[in-house]
C-alpha cells in the first residue's frame, strides 16, 4: 500500500469532511435495497460506544482494539486546543449513530434466530426413532433457514468491499510519525466497520456450513433407512412358519372384517339419508357411464379411419394422444366421483377409505394401461401404431400389461384392506408374496411367449438372412425380463418381500415413464423439428416475417428438438430415481449448488459463472462484429482511405474488440493478470513445440497489418502465383488469381519470402510488346507509327511518354520493343491487345507487315520432277473410276483384292 497524498489530509478541515462523507454515506447505503447492511461500512459509534458491541461481536482481535480507542488516547495526550475541536462538534453524528447499532442488532439477531433454529434440528436430528416425514420437515427447514442465510452472505459482500476500499484510501499507518486526532479516528472507524462486517460474514458462513451439514446428514439417514426398510428379511414363503402363523391369525382378521362390514352397515343405517343415497347413486352412475362410456368415446374421438393405410406421422402421434387422454381422463374421474361421494356423505368407516382409494385408483389404472397400450401399440390399426413393433408383438404387449395392472391392483386393494382392519403381519406378508409371485409367473408367461418360433425355409441358395421376429422385442429386453422375473420370485420366495413388491413397483413406474417418454420425444420431434424444417406454414411464416432462411431454421429446429429431449430425459431420470429416496428437493440442490459454485479442493467451479462469462464473451463478439460491418460497410468507404488501409483498421478493430471482451470474461469469472500470466507460462511450453507455426503466422498477420507491404487489392506475384491479395486475416492471406481460384498464402511466407507487389508504390504499371518489321522498311517511320499508336491509346501514361527501342538487326526483321506506362496495372492485358491490334493495322497499312509475311520466307525446290511424276502414278491407282462395271459386286471384289495386295 502507497501512503495517501498529504493534499486531502488538511488538519483545519479533516474532522468537517469525515463528518460530512459519514453523513452522507450513511444516507446512501441505509437504503432497503442493501437490506440495511451498507451502513456498517461506516459505522463510527464503535469510537464512540465500543460497549455496544461488544455482546454481538464477540471479542474483537487485538490487533483492532488499540485502533478502535486512538481517538481517546491522543485527546490525553494532546494539547486542550487539539483536544477541544472534537469534543465541541457532536452535531450531527449522533443520530446516524444511534440508527446504525439498531440495524446491525437486526441482522446479528437474525443470524442468532438462525443458528437456534439450526441447533434445534441438529439435536433433533440425534434422535433413532425418526420417520421419512420427520426427516423431510428437519431438511426443509434448514434447507430454507440455509437459503436466507446464503443471500444475506452474498448482499454483505458489497458492504464489506466498500469498507475496505475506503481503508485503503487511509494508507498504511505510519510507524515513525503520530496521525493526526481526526486521522486516527477516522482508521479507527472504518476499521470497525470492516472487522464488524467481516466477522458477521464469516459467522454466517459458518451457519451455512452446519445448515448444509444437517441436509447430508438427512439425506444419509433417509438413503439408511430406505436400505434397511427394502432389504429386511421376513419369513419366507416357501417355509412353513408363515403359513402356521397365517392360519392361527385367520380366525382374529374374519372377526376384524366382519366388525368393518358391521360399522360399514351402522353407518348406512345412520348416515343413509335419501340425500345421501341419491348423491352417492348419482356418482356410482356417472363413474360407471364414464368407465363404459370412454371405450365408445376414446375410438371415435380419436379419429382413427382404418381405411387409411398410409397416415402422417402427425395424425398418427395425434391420434394416439387423443386415444390416451380420452381413455384415461373419463376413467379417473369417474373414480374421483365415487371416492368424493363416500367421503362426502359418510358412509364409508374413514378406516375403508383407503380400501375404496385402492380399489377405485386401481381402477383407473387399469384404463390408463389400456388406453397406452391403444395410443402406443395400437393392436387393431397397425396403420396409426407409433411403436415400430409387429401385430403379434403388439397384442402380447397389451394383455401383458393389462394383465400386470390388474393383477398390482387386486394386490394393492387386498394390502389396502389388511391395513383398514389391522390384519395380522403374517397375512400381510402372505398377501404380498403371493401377489409378487403372481406378477412374476404372469411376466414369465408373457416372455415365453415372446420367443420366435416362426421359421422361415430359405427360397434359393444364397448368403444367410436372418429369420424374420414376429416380435419385435430385442434380446436385452428380453434378459431384463427374465432377470426381473428370478429376483421378484425368487426373493418372495426365500423372503425378501418387501424387495419384491419394491421392484415390481418400480418395473411398472419405470416402464409407464419410458413410454411417455418415448411419446414426448417422437413428440418433439414432429411438432418442434419438422414444424421447422419442412415446408410447413409456421416455417413460412417465420422465414416472411424474421428474414430467416431455411438452414438457420433448419439449425433452430435441431437445437429446439435437442434441448427438449435434454430437459425430457432429466425429467425421466428424476422421476425414474425418485422411487430410490432421490426426490426433486436433492435434485434442485445439487442443480444449484453445481450451478452457483462448488468446490473441488481450494478451487471453487460456478457453472453460472462459466456461463454469463461465455455469454460476455459472445456478446463481445457479436458487438465486434457489427461495429466491424460498420467500418466496412458505411464510415471507411465514406473516408480517402484506400482499401488495404481499410481492411487493416477493420481487421485491427476487430482483434480489439476480442481482447476486450475475452478480458470482461475472465474478469467476470475472476482471472487476474497475475493468474493469466501463470496460464500464459504454462502454456509457453506448448506454445514453443505445438504451436510455433500458428503463432508465426499470427505475428506475421500483426506485421502485414502493421507495416502493410502488402494491402488488400494489391496485385502480387508469389512464386508461379499472380494475383489479387482479398483478405489478410489472422493466420493466413486469400489471393485470388485471374483464373478465380483462391490461393491460402500462410503469413509467414509473406514476410520471411520474397513477394512481387506491383502496386506497392501506386497502380500504374509498364507493359511491352515485341515488334517485327521487314528489314528493307525506314526504321526510324515504323518507330514513330509505334509510338503514335500508344500516344493514341486512353489508358496509356502521357507522362512518361511511350517509348520504342530498336533491338535487333535481323534477317529479314528489323525488331522493336514498345514501352508503355498505363494509369493501372490490372488493365495490362487489354492495353496490350489494344495496342498489338493497332500497331498491326497501322503497319499493315502502310506495307510495313506484307500480308504473306516477307518473300525470303517462300522457298523453292527445283530437279524434283520425276519424284513428282512418280508420285503421281502412284496416286493414280488408288483413283477408283466413276462407272461401275457390270457385274455389280462381283466386279467390285477383284478390285477390292487388289488394293488390300496393293496395300500391303
Same mark, same amino acid.
Given at each position: 500500500?502507497?501512503?495517501?497524498?498529504?493534499?486531502?489530509?488538511?488538519?483545519?478541515?479533516?474532522?468537517?469532511?469525515?463528518?460530512?462523507?459519514?453523513?452522507?454515506?450513511?444516507?446512501?447505503?441505509?437504503?432497503?435495497?442493501?437490506?440495511?447492511?451498507?451502513?456498517?461500512?461506516?459505522?463510527?459509534? &464503535?469510537?464512540?460506544?465500543?460497549?455496544?458491541?461488544?455482546?454481538?461481536?464477540?471479542?474483537? &482481535?487485538?490487533?483492532?482494539?488499540?485502533?478502535?480507542?486512538?481517538?481517546?488516547? %491522543?485527546?490525553?495526550?494532546?494539547?486542550?486546543?487539539?483536544?477541544?475541536?472534537?469534543?465541541?462538534?457532536?452535531?450531527?453524528?449522533?443520530?446516524?449513530?444511534?440508527?446504525?447499532?439498531?440495524?446491525?442488532?437486526?441482522?446479528?439477531?437474525?443470524?442468532?434466530?438462525?443458528?437456534?433454529?439450526?441447533?434445534?434440528?441438529?439435536?433433533?436430528?440425534?434422535?433413532?426413532?425418526?420417520?421419512?416425514?420427520?426427516?423431510?420437515?428437519?431438511?426443509?427447514?434448514?434447507?430454507?433457514?440455509?437459503?436466507?442465510?446464503?443471500?444475506?452472505?452474498?448482499?454483505?459482500?458489497?458492504?464489506?468491499?466498500?469498507?475496505?476500499?475506503?481503508?485503503? %484510501?487511509?494508507?498504511?499507518?505510519?510507524?515513525?510519525? %503520530?496521525?493526526?486526532?481526526?486521522?486516527?479516528?477516522?482508521?479507527?472507524?472504518?476499521?470497525?466497520?470492516?472487522?464488524?462486517?467481516?466477522?458477521?460474514?464469516?459467522?454466517?458462513?459458518?451457519?451455512?456450513?452446519?445448515?448444509?451439514?444437517?441436509?447430508?446428514?438427512?439425506?444419509?439417514?433417509?438413503?439408511?433407512?430406505?436400505?434397511?426398510?427394502?432389504?429386511?428379511?421376513?419369513?419366507?414363503?416357501?417355509?412353513?412358519?408363515?403359513?402356521?402363523?397365517?392360519?392361527?391369525?385367520?380366525?382374529?382378521?374374519?372377526?376384524?372384517?366382519?366388525?368393518?362390514?358391521?360399522?360399514?352397515?351402522?353407518?348406512?343405517?345412520?348416515?343413509?339419508?335419501?340425500?345421501?343415497?341419491?348423491?352417492?347413486?348419482?356418482?356410482?352412475?356417472?363413474?360407471?357411464?364414464?368407465?363404459?362410456?370412454?371405450?365408445?368415446?376414446?375410438?371415435?374421438?380419436?379419429?382413427?379411419?382404418?381405411?387409411?393405410?398410409?397416415?402422417?406421422?402427425?395424425?398418427?402421434?395425434?391420434?394416439?394422444?387423443?386415444?390416451?387422454?380420452?381413455?384415461?381422463?373419463?376413467?379417473?374421474?369417474?373414480?374421483?366421483?365415487?371416492? $368424493?361421494?363416500?367421503?362426502?356423505?359418510? !358412509?364409508?368407516?374413514?378406516?375403508?377409505?383407503?380400501?375404496?382409494?385402492?380399489?377405485?385408483?386401481?381402477?383407473?389404472?387399469?384404463?390408463?394401461?389400456?388406453?397406452?397400450?391403444?395410443?402406443?401399440?395400437?393392436?387393431?390399426?397397425?396403420? #396409426?401404431?407409433?411403436?415400430?413393433?409387429?401385430?403379434?408383438?403388439?397384442?402380447?404387449?397389451?394383455?401383458?400389461?393389462?394383465?400386470?395392472?390388474?393383477?398390482?391392483?387386486?394386490?394393492?386393494?387386498?394390502?389396502?384392506?389388511?391395513?383398514?382392519?389391522?390384519?395380522?403381519?403374517?397375512?400381510?406378508?402372505?398377501?404380498?408374496?403371493?401377489?409378487?409371485?403372481?406378477?412374476?409367473?404372469?411376466?414369465?408367461?408373457?416372455?415365453?411367449?415372446?420367443?420366435?418360433?416362426?421359421?422361415?425355409?430359405?427360397?434359393?441358395?444364397?448368403?444367410?438372412?436372418?429369420?424374420?421376429?414376429?416380435?419385435?422385442?430385442?434380446?436385452?429386453?428380453?434378459?431384463?425380463?427374465?432377470?426381473?422375473?428370478?429376483?421378484?420370485?425368487?426373493?418372495?420366495?426365500?423372503? $425378501?418381500?418387501?424387495?419384491?413388491?419394491?421392484?415390481?413397483?418400480?418395473?411398472? #413406474?419405470?416402464?409407464?415413464?419410458?413410454?411417455?417418454?418415448?411419446?414426448?420425444? %417422437?413428440?418433439?420431434?414432429?411438432?418442434?423439428?419438422?414444424?421447422?424444417?419442412?415446408?410447413?406454414?409456421?416455417?413460412?411464416?417465420?422465414?416472411?416475417?424474421? =428474414?430467416?432462411?431455411?438452414?438457420?431454421?433448419?439449425?433452430?429446429?435441431?437445437?429446439?428438438?435437442?434441448?427438449?429431449?435434454?430437459?425430457?430425459?432429466?425429467?425421466?431420470?428424476?422421476?425414474?430415481?425418485?422411487? #430410490?429416496?432421490?426426490?426433486?428437493?436433492?435434485?434442485?440442490?445439487?442443480?444449484?449448488?453445481?450451478?452457483?459454485?462448488?468446490?473441488?479442493?481450494?478451487?471453487?467451479?460456478?457453472?453460472?459463472?462459466?456461463?454469463?462469462?461465455?455469454?460476455?464473451?459472445?456478446?463481445?463478439?457479436?458487438?465486434?462484429?457489427?461495429?466491424?460491418? #460498420?467500418?466496412?460497410?458505411?464510415?471507411?468507404?465514406?473516408?480517402?482511405?484506400?482499401?488495404?488501409?481499410?481492411?487493416?483498421?477493420?481487421?485491427?478493430?476487430?482483434?480489439?474488440?476480442?481482447? +476486450?471482451?475475452?478480458?470482461?470474461?475472465?474478469?467476470?469469472?475472476?482471472?487476474?493478470?497475475?493468474?493469466?500470466?501463470?496460464?500464459?507460462?504454462?502454456?509457453?511450453? /506448448?506454445?514453443?513445440?505445438?504451436?510455433?507455426?500458428?503463432?508465426?503466422?499470427?505475428?506475421?498477420?500483426?506485421? !502485414?497489418?502493421?507495416?502493410?507491404?502488402?494491402?488488400?487489392?494489391?496485385?502480387?506475384?508469389? =512464386?508461379?502465383?499472380?494475383?489479387?491479395?482479398?483478405?489478410?486475416?489472422?493466420?493466413?492471406?486469400?489471393?485470388?488469381?485471374?483464373?478465380?481460384?483462391?490461393?491460402?498464402?500462410?503469413?509467414?511466407?509473406?514476410?520471411?519470402?520474397?513477394?512481387?507487389?506491383?502496386?506497392?508504390?501506386?497502380?500504374?504499371?509498364?507493359?511491352?510488346?515485341?515488334?517485327?518489321?521487314?528489314?528493307?522498311?525506314? &526504321?526510324?517511320?515504323?518507330?514513330?507509327?509505334?509510338?503514335?499508336?500508344?500516344?493514341?491509346?486512353?489508358?496509356?501514361?502521357?507522362?512518361?511518354?511511350?517509348?520504342?527501342?530498336?533491338?535487333?538487326?535481323?534477317?529479314?526483321?528489323?525488331?522493336?520493343?514498345?514501352?508503355?506506362?498505363?494509369?493501372?496495372?490490372?488493365?495490362?492485358?487489354?492495353?496490350?491487345?489494344?495496342?498489338?491490334?493497332?500497331?498491326?493495322?497501322?503497319?499493315?497499312?502502310?506495307?510495313?507487315?506484307?500480308?504473306? /509475311?516477307?518473300?525470303?520466307?517462300?522457298?523453292?525446290?527445283?530437279?524434283?520432277?520425276?519424284?513428282?511424276?512418280?508420285?503421281?502414278? +502412284?496416286?493414280?491407282?488408288?483413283?477408283?473410276?466413276?462407272?461401275?462395271?457390270? /457385274?455389280?459386286?462381283?466386279?467390285?471384289?477383284?478390285?477390292?483384292?487388289?488394293?488390300?495386295?496393293?496395300?500391303?
Amino acid at each position: 500500500m502507497h501512503h495517501i497524498p498529504a493534499r486531502i489530509l488538511k488538519p483545519e478541515g479533516a474532522s468537517r469532511l469525515s463528518r460530512l462523507l459519514v453523513l452522507f454515506a450513511a444516507l446512501v447505503f441505509a437504503t432497503p435495497a442493501a437490506l440495511t447492511l451498507p451502513a456498517f461500512a461506516q459505522d463510527p459509534a &464503535p469510537a464512540a460506544k465500543p460497549a455496544d458491541h461488544k455482546p454481538a461481536d464477540g471479542k474483537a &482481535p487485538d490487533t483492532k482494539g488499540p485502533d478502535t480507542k486512538a481517538p481517546d488516547a %491522543q485527546a490525553t495526550g494532546a494539547k486542550p486546543s487539539e483536544a477541544k475541536p472534537s469534543d465541541a462538534k457532536p452535531a450531527a453524528p449522533p443520530a446516524a449513530k444511534a440508527e446504525v447499532p439498531e440495524q446491525f442488532k437486526k441482522v446479528r439477531a437474525k443470524l442468532d434466530a438462525a443458528k437456534a433454529e439450526l441447533d434445534a434440528r441438529e439435536k433433533q436430528l440425534g434422535h433413532t426413532d425418526l420417520t421419512v416425514a420427520d426427516l423431510t420437515a428437519i431438511r426443509d427447514s434448514a434447507v430454507t433457514v440455509t437459503d436466507e442465510i446464503r443471500t444475506l452472505v452474498t448482499r454483505l459482500d458489497a458492504p464489506l468491499e466498500a469498507a475496505r476500499e475506503r481503508l485503503a %484510501q487511509l494508507g498504511p499507518k505510519p510507524k515513525d510519525t %503520530q496521525e493526526s486526532a481526526d486521522v486516527a479516528a477516522e482508521r479507527g472507524e472504518r476499521e470497525a466497520a470492516v472487522t464488524r462486517i467481516d466477522e458477521t460474514q464469516r459467522l454466517a458462513r459458518a451457519l451455512v456450513v452446519q445448515g448444509d451439514q444437517i441436509v447430508d446428514r438427512v439425506s444419509n439417514r433417509r438413503r439408511e433407512s430406505f436400505t434397511r426398510d427394502l432389504l429386511q428379511r421376513s419369513q419366507p414363503l416357501v417355509g412353513p412358519g408363515l403359513w402356521t402363523k397365517v392360519m392361527g391369525d385367520v380366525p382374529r382378521d374374519t372377526r376384524a372384517l366382519q366388525s368393518a362390514v358391521s360399522d360399514i352397515g351402522l353407518l348406512f343405517s345412520r348416515n343413509g339419508s335419501l340425500t345421501n343415497l341419491l348423491f352417492l347413486g348419482l356418482a356410482f352412475g356417472i363413474s360407471v357411464a364414464l368407465y363404459f362410456g370412454r371405450r365408445n368415446i376414446a375410438p371415435k374421438g380419436a379419429r382413427r379411419d382404418a381405411a387409411r393405410t398410409d397416415p402422417s406421422r402427425r395424425a398418427v402421434m395425434l391420434a394416439a394422444w387423443r386415444v390416451i387422454l380420452l381413455g384415461t381422463v373419463p376413467a379417473v374421474a369417474g373414480s374421483y366421483a365415487v371416492y $368424493y361421494a363416500l367421503d362426502a356423505t359418510n !358412509l364409508l368407516p374413514s378406516r375403508l377409505l383407503p380400501v375404496a382409494a385402492a380399489i377405485l385408483g386401481g381402477l383407473a389404472f387399469i384404463a390408463f394401461v389400456e388406453a397406452l397400450c391403444d395410443g402406443l401399440l395400437s393392436p387393431e390399426k397397425p396403420a #396409426w401404431r407409433p411403436a415400430p413393433v409387429s401385430d403379434a408383438a403388439a397384442t402380447r404387449l397389451t394383455r401383458l400389461a393389462v394383465g400386470i395392472a390388474t393383477v398390482i391392483t387386486v394386490v394393492k386393494s387386498v394390502e389396502a384392506l389388511n391395513s383398514g382392519i389391522s390384519a395380522a403381519l403374517p397375512i400381510s406378508i402372505a398377501t404380498r408374496g403371493i401377489g409378487a409371485v403372481a406378477t412374476a409367473l404372469i411376466l414369465a408367461v408373457g416372455l415365453h411367449r415372446f420367443a420366435d418360433t416362426e421359421q422361415e425355409e430359405e427360397a434359393c441358395f444364397g448368403p444367410y438372412v436372418p429369420t424374420k421376429t414376429t416380435t419385435g422385442i430385442g434380446g436385452p429386453a428380453r434378459l431384463l425380463g427374465w432377470a426381473a422375473v428370478a429376483l421378484i420370485g425368487l426373493g418372495a420366495l426365500v423372503g $425378501y418381500v418387501a424387495f419384491a413388491a419394491f421392484l415390481i413397483d418400480q418395473l411398472i #413406474w419405470d416402464a409407464s415413464v419410458l413410454v411417455l417418454l418415448y411419446l414426448l420425444v %417422437q413428440s418433439v420431434d414432429i411438432f418442434v423439428g419438422r414444424a421447422l424444417s419442412d415446408e410447413t406454414r409456421l416455417a413460412t411464416t417465420l422465414q416472411a416475417n424474421t =428474414g430467416l432462411r431455411k438452414r438457420s431454421l433448419n439449425q433452430i429446429s435441431v437445437l429446439a428438438t435437442g434441448a427438449a429431449r435434454l430437459v425430457l430425459f432429466l425429467a425421466a431420470a428424476i422421476l425414474v430415481l425418485a422411487p #430410490w429416496g432421490l426426490d426433486s428437493t436433492d435434485i434442485v440442490s445439487s442443480v444449484r449448488q453445481a450451478f452457483f459454485g462448488f468446490k473441488v479442493g481450494d478451487v471453487t467451479i460456478s457453472l453460472s459463472s462459466i456461463a454469463f462469462g461465455i455469454g460476455i464473451l459472445v456478446v463481445g463478439v457479436f458487438i465486434t462484429r457489427g461495429v466491424q460491418r #460498420w467500418l466496412e460497410n458505411t464510415y471507411l468507404p465514406a473516408t480517402d482511405l484506400d482499401a488495404g488501409l481499410r481492411n487493416s483498421i477493420t481487421t485491427v478493430a476487430g482483434y480489439c474488440g476480442f481482447l +476486450i471482451a475475452l478480458a470482461l470474461a475472465f474478469s467476470y469469472l475472476g482471472l487476474s493478470l497475475e493468474k493469466l500470466t501463470i496460464v500464459a507460462g504454462a502454456l509457453s511450453v /506448448g506454445i514453443g513445440f505445438g504451436l510455433q507455426s500458428i503463432v508465426n503466422n499470427f505475428v506475421s498477420g500483426l506485421l !502485414l497489418l502493421w507495416e502493410r507491404p502488402i494491402r488488400v487489392g494489391d496485385q502480387v506475384v508469389i =512464386g508461379d502465383q499472380e494475383g489479387i491479395v482479398k483478405r489478410i486475416s489472422v493466420r493466413s492471406t486469400e489471393i485470388q488469381t485471374f483464373d478465380r481460384s483462391a490461393v491460402i498464402v500462410p503469413n509467414s511466407n509473406l514476410i520471411s519470402g520474397v513477394v512481387k507487389n506491383r502496386v506497392r508504390g501506386d497502380r500504374t504499371g509498364r507493359v511491352s510488346i515485341t515488334v517485327s518489321v521487314l528489314r528493307n522498311q525506314d &526504321p526510324v517511320r515504323a518507330a514513330e507509327m509505334i509510338a503514335a499508336c500508344a500516344q493514341g491509346h486512353s489508358d496509356v501514361l502521357k507522362e512518361p511518354a511511350p517509348r520504342v527501342v530498336f533491338k535487333k538487326i535481323g534477317d529479314p526483321f528489323l525488331e522493336f520493343e514498345l514501352l508503355v506506362w498505363i494509369v493501372d496495372v490490372s488493365l495490362g492485358q487489354k492495353v496490350v491487345t489494344d495496342l498489338n491490334f493497332s500497331v498491326f493495322s497501322t503497319l499493315s497499312e502502310a506495307g510495313f507487315i506484307p500480308p504473306l /509475311g516477307p518473300g525470303s520466307s517462300i522457298v523453292t525446290v527445283q530437279g524434283l520432277d520425276t519424284m513428282q511424276s512418280a508420285m503421281g502414278e +502412284i496416286a493414280s491407282r488408288f483413283i477408283q473410276p466413276t462407272d461401275v462395271p457390270e /457385274g455389280g459386286d462381283s466386279a467390285r471384289v477383284p478390285r477390292d483384292r487388289s488394293l488390300r495386295s496393293a496395300g500391303g
